[in-house]
């Protein structure tokens, strides 16, 4: 099994920073794309940002210029840098890995909340 463990969530006033991080443990040989995606309440998970094992990365357009992603594959690790939150950016954040060609696992999620 693989499992995936997030933190870094928590309440900032819109404009701040915060910085996710989710670190894969357990049976797997490489761990292939990773990624960011986010869950507001009533609406449905989307993805904010990839990164392939080699450094190509993916954004969506709400993200684009404020969200960074990179990874540290000695560690097996994602991070999600995120600058000039806005209270748009709330939601459940959940890391997602692909551990085998095509067979994907998720972390428990972790909250973001933007609000003054």
């Known amino acids: 099994q693989v499992q995936l463990v997030e933190s870094g969530g928590g309440l900032v006033q819109p404009g701040g920073s915060l910085r996710l991080s989710c670190a894969a443990s357990?049976?797997?040989?490489?761990?292939?794309?990773m990624g960011w995606y986010r869950q507001a309440p009533g609406k449905e998970r989307e993805l904010v940002a990839s990164i392939t094992r080699d450094g190509r990365t993916n954004y969506a357009d709400p993200v684009k210029g404020r969200f960074t992603i990179s990874r540290d594959n000695t560690k097996n690790t994602v991070y999600l840098q995120m600058n000039s939150l806005k209270p748009e950016d709330t939601a459940v954040y959940y890391c997602?890995?692909?551990?085998?060609?095509?067979?994907?696992?998720w972390g428990q999620g972790t909250q973001v909340t933007v609000s003054s």
């Open positions: 357990g049976s797997f040989f490489t761990i292939y794309a």
């Open positions: 997602n890995a692909e551990f085998r060609r095509g067979m994907y696992t």
